[in-house]
């Protein structure tokens, strides 16, 4: 078998930057923090740990005092700093400057819709730590929509300007964006920026990587594509590679593969998502490898 990790899966900046962070400061204790699992990916989690990274929730933060505590790429919302100055707590912000970049955008077009008795709408999954930094800015007032139900909640006759959680799929995004327009028009409204501010603020680290992805997907005829179960963009990208080959399988790591998933002299391509490390991609590498004569079928 040949079997290859594509060149552009794994960490994004975001988060090679807050593992970078949380790694420099643990060199100088032994002990700190993290509000909430630092990359969606267990096994990370576990190596950190192992390093002296505690992982707390917000309920946890609201009782600790005088210590570090690491804010991850996801961002945070208003009430973390106001908890951190009131306990004294000093904060490692490794928040991705893409995610704060796009909090300050959601928070100004806030303001200009509380003004105009509009909507901030948001495309993404409600109770992700991202969407909660994001909705954190809106007086928690912002709509969080993920499926047609959700529309729902929206009042057509009144202005909407959509974002989207930086980690979803492009193609849900501009569906998402297409059915509330058509949604605005059907209750007598004209679309203008005025009516319909829709805005595209997925990460290009993830919407880049779609058409890489499809390539890949199609040259391979097998592809492992390697993720924590809870990344969002895990699963968005890893449909964008059953989209160009069904056999994709979804794993964690190599302990889900099934042999008899690879025929002798097939094509296998690794790959996964922004929060996986390329040591763990490694690892399933070596481990397909070591599938040889006599354990596949021929
Ligand atoms: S996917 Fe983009 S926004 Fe999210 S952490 Fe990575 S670089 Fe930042």
Known sequence: MQVSI???????FGVEFAIKMAEDEMEQSDKLYCLGDIVH????????????LVVIDHEQLSELHDCKVLIRAHGEP??????????????????????????HRVKSAFDKMEREEG??????????????????????KAIVVMEDADLEKIDFSRPVTLFSQTTKSTKGFYEISQKI????????????RE?????????RQVSNREPQLQRFSQENDVILFVSGKKSSNGKALHQVCLA??????????ETEIDPDWFQKDEKVGICGATSTPMWLMEQ???????LEEGVLSV
């Not at 990916?41 to 002296?52: A, F, I």
């Not at 327009?181 to 203008?192: G, H």
């Not at 399933?284 to 070591?290: A, G, L, M, N, R």
């Open 6 to 12: 594509d060149k552009n899966s794994g960490y994004c």
């Open 41 to 52: 990916n267990s096994m990370e989690v576990t190596r950190l740990s192992e390093k002296g």
């Open 78 to 103: 208003p009430e973390t700093y106001k908890i951190a100055i009131e306990n004294n707590i000093e904060l490692i912000d490794a928040s991705c400057p893409v995610v704060l970049k796009l909090q």
């Open 119 to 140: 909507q901030i709408v948001i495309y993404g999954k409600k109770g992700h730590a991202e969407v909660i930094g994001l909705t954190g800015q809106t007086l928690e």
């Open 181 to 192: 327009e058509d949604r605005i028009q059907a209750a007598k409204q004209e679309i203008t």
């Open 195 to 203: 009516t319909f501010n829709t805005n595209d603020s997925i990460c």
């Open 244 to 253: 160009q080959n069904e056999r994709s399988y979804f794993i964690e790591n």
């Open 284 to 290: 399933v590498k070596s481990y397909v490898e070591s």
